[in-house]
């Protein structure tokens, strides 16, 4: 499985942005897909994931309401649709994927196996 993340870029506070995340290969090995980020100095921290499937989303708290994943099955891709950005979502965004079928989204760096390139987000404040 390969991911590939793109979208991101330098906006200014209060703008949105979409990401996007193709997925390619064996696809049917993912469960479950998923956002995380990591600012200058910090550790990579959830965002936001979608059970494939099911459609179950779960979000951190500090992106709920303002930021959406979403998914298309048809070309194999999820979109994180981010509104209303501030200057502490500035980070390196990246995609994953879980192979493991669970009852819940999981939230942890361990659970995702695949893993893309990340894609850069400045906002200026």
């Known amino acids: 499985v390969q991911l590939q993340a793109s979208g991101g870029g330098l906006v200014q506070a209060g703008d949105s942005l979409r990401l996007v995340c193709a997925a390619s290969?064996?696809?049917?090995?993912?469960?479950?897909m998923a956002w995380f980020r990591q600012a200058p100095g910090e550790d990579r921290e959830f965002v936001a994931a979608?059970?494939?499937?099911?459609?179950?989303?779960m979000y951190a708290d500090s992106v709920k309401d303002r930021f959406t994943i979403s998914r298309d099955d048809d070309k194999e891709t999820v979109y994180l649709q981010m509104s209303s950005l501030k200057a502490e979502d500035t980070a390196i965004y990246y995609c994953?994927?879980?192979?493991?079928?669970?009852?819940?989204?999981?939230?942890?760096?361990?659970?995702?196996?695949?893993w893309g390139h990340g894609t850069q987000v400045t906002v200026s404040s």
């Open positions: 290969g064996r696809t049917s090995n993912i469960y479950a």
């Open positions: 994953a994927g879980d192979r493991v079928q669970r009852t819940y989204v999981a939230r942890m760096l361990s659970a995702y196996e695949y």
């Open positions: 979608l059970m494939w499937r099911r459609g179950i989303t």
